[in-house]
C-alpha cells in the first residue's frame, strides 16, 4: 500500500513556495495600477491551495498538478495579480514529468498545457485583444519544467539500471565464489579420500598382517597400537570427508560470507610429485597383494591418453581395490584389466568376494563410491558399480578419450550443476 505521508523535504519546498507567493503577491498588489481586486484572506487561502500540495508531489504527482493549476486559475480569474504563485504549477509540471511513468506524464501535461491554452484565448477574448506574449509565456512556462522533469526521469532511470547491474554483477561474483568454495572442497575431499584415507588402511593392513605373525610381544603390541590408531585416522578421515562435503546451502553461505572478492589465482601451485598415472598400476597392485589381497593386473593397448583421463583411471582402480581390501574378507582375489583405444579408456575391477562393498561402504559412511561417480561425470565418462555374476563386487567405468567428447562431458556436468 503506497503511503500518502509527505517527505520532510517536499514539504519545506511547499511552505518555501508558499512564503515566496504570499510575498510576492502582496509586492505585486502594491506595485500594479491597473484594476486588480485587493490582496484579502481568500487570496491566501487560494495561493496556499496552489502551493501547499507540493509537499506530496512525490506520493501523488497528478492530483498535486490538478489541484496547483485549478487553485492557480481560479487566483488569477477572479482579478488577484499573478506573481509568484505560478511557480506552484511549474514545480508540479516538473514534478508530474520526473515522478510519473511517460505516457502519463504527457497525457496529464498535455491536458493541462491544452487547459491553459484555453484560458488565455478566453482572456483575450475577454479583454477584446491578442497578447502573442501570452501564449508564449504559457509555453516556456510548461515545457521548461516537462522538459527538465523529463530528463531527470531518465537519469533516475539510468543511476537505477546501473546499480541494478551492479546488484547483479555481485551476486553473480558471490555465485560463482559459492561454486568455487564447493569445487574446491569436493576436490579437496576426493583427495583425501583416494591418497591418504587409501595409505591409511594399507598402512593398517600391513600393521595387523605383521601383527598376526610376530613371535615377540612388545612387537606384536606396537604393531597393534599403529593398526588401532590407522582405524581411528580412517574415522576422523571420513569425518573430515563429510565436513567437506557440506550441503550447497551451507557451502554458498560460508562463501558468501568469507569472500567479498575474487579469490586469489597468483598462488603458485606445489607438487611434492608427479599426479599418479596408468604406469603407477602395478606398484599400486603390489602394496594391495602386500596387504594380503592377490591382485591380476592386465593394462592392454598403447594408445596415448590425456593425463586427466589418466589419472581418473587410477583413482577408480585404486578405490575399487582399497574396497575389496576392507570388504571382500578373507580369500579373495581382485581383478583389474585397463583398456586403451584411441576413443576410450575402458576400466574394469571386481573381486570374488562377498560382494557386499556398496551396502558395507554406506554403512561405515564411505565417499569412495560418490567419489568415483563424481569424476567420472567430470569427464563425460559412464560408470557401473555393483555386484559382480557369480560373487563378488564389480566396477566398470568408460573414460571417453577424445577432447570433444570429454568437452560435451564438462558442458553436461556445468549445466547439471547450474540445475541443481
Given at each position: 500500500m503506497k503511503t500518502l505521508r509527505p517527505r520532510l523535504s517536499d514539504a519545506l519546498i511547499a511552505l518555501a513556495v508558499f512564503a515566496v507567493a504570499v510575498m510576492g503577491s502582496l509586492t505585486a498588489a502594491d506595485l500594479f495600477e491597473g484594476p486588480a481586486r485587493p490582496f484579502d484572506a481568500l487570496a491566501?487561502?487560494?495561493?496556499?491551495?496552489a502551493t501547499l500540495p507540493l509537499a506530496w508531489r512525490h506520493a501523488a504527482p497528478r492530483v498535486v498538478l490538478w489541484v496547483c493549476t485549478a487553485a492557480w486559475l481560479f487566483f488569477v480569474g477572479i482579478g488577484y495579480v499573478d506573481s509568484a504563485v505560478i511557480f506552484g504549477v511549474v514545480i508540479a509540471v516538473y514534478s508530474a514529468a520526473l515522478y510519473l511513468p511517460r505516457r502519463s506524464a504527457w497525457l496529464h501535461v498535455g491536458l493541462v498545457a491544452a487547459l491553459l491554452i484555453c484560458w488565455t484565448i478566453l482572456g483575450s477574448i475577454v479583454a477584446q485583444e491578442v497578447a502573442i506574449l501570452t501564449f508564449a509565456q504559457v509555453a516556456i512556462v510548461l515545457a521548461i519544467p516537462f522538459v527538465i522533469g523529463i530528463a531527470d526521469s531518465r537519469r533516475a532511470a539510468r543511476l537505477t539500471?546501473?546499480?541494478l547491474d551492479q546488484q547483479r554483477r555481485e551476486q553473480a561474483q558471490r555465485i560463482a565464489a559459492a561454486d568455487a568454495v564447493r569445487a574446491e572442497r569436493a576436490r579437496i575431499a576426493r583427495e583425501l579420500h583416494d591418497v591418504v584415507a587409501h595409505e591409511i588402511t594399507v598402512m593398517t593392513l600391513h600393521a595387523e598382517g605383521a601383527r598376526r605373525r610376530a613371535e615377540d610381544p612388545a612387537v606384536a603390541e606396537a604393531l597393534a597400537t599403529i593398526a588401532e590408531s590407522g582405524r581411528k585416522g580412517l574415522t576422523e578421515m571420513q569425518r573430515v570427508i563429510g565436513v567437506l562435503r557440506a550441503s550447497e546451502q551451507e557451502a554458498e553461505e560460508e562463501a558468501a560470507a568469507l569472500t567479498g572478492h575474487a579469490p586469489r589465482t597468483d598462488r603458485?601451485?606445489?607438487?611434492?610429485?608427479?599426479?599418479?598415472?596408468?604406469?603407477?598400476?602395478?606398484?599400486?597392485?603390489?602394496?594391495?597383494?602386500d596387504a594380503?589381497?592377490?591382485?591380476?593386473?592386465?593394462v592392454l593397448?598403447?594408445?596415448?591418453?590425456?593425463?586427466?583421463?589418466?589419472?581418473?583411471?587410477?583413482?577408480?582402480?585404486?578405490?575399487?581395490?582399497?574396497?575389496?581390501?576392507?570388504?571382500?574378507?578373507?580369500?579373495?582375489r581382485a581383478h583389474v584389466r585397463v583398456t586403451r583405444t584411441p576413443d576410450v579408456v575402458v576400466v574394469l575391477a571386481e573381486d570374488d568376494g562377498r560382494g557386499a562393498i556398496s551396502e558395507a561402504a554406506q554403512s561405515s559412511g564411505g565417499h569412495g563410491l560418490d567419489g568415483m561417480r563424481e569424476r567420472v561425470a567430470a569427464i563425460g565418462g559412464t560408470i557401473d558399480i555393483g555386484?559382480?555374476?557369480?560373487g563378488g563386487f564389480r566396477v566398470q567405468a568408460h573414460l571417453p578419450v577424445s577432447d570433444d567428447q570429454i568437452r560435451a562431458g564438462s558442458r553436461r556436468s556445468s549445466a547439471t550443476g547450474a540445475t541443481a
Open positions: 491566501v487561502v487560494l495561493i496556499a491551495a539500471e546501473l546499480e603458485p601451485a606445489v607438487e611434492w610429485e608427479p599426479m599418479p598415472s596408468l604406469a603407477a598400476l602395478p606398484r599400486l597392485a603390489q602394496q594391495v597383494e594380503g589381497l592377490p591382485v591380476e593386473l592386465e593397448g598403447s594408445t596415448h591418453v590425456p593425463a586427466s583421463i589418466e589419472l581418473t583411471a587410477y583413482r577408480i582402480v585404486q578405490e575399487a581395490l582399497t574396497n575389496s581390501m576392507k570388504y571382500a574378507g578373507p580369500g579373495a555386484p559382480r555374476k557369480g
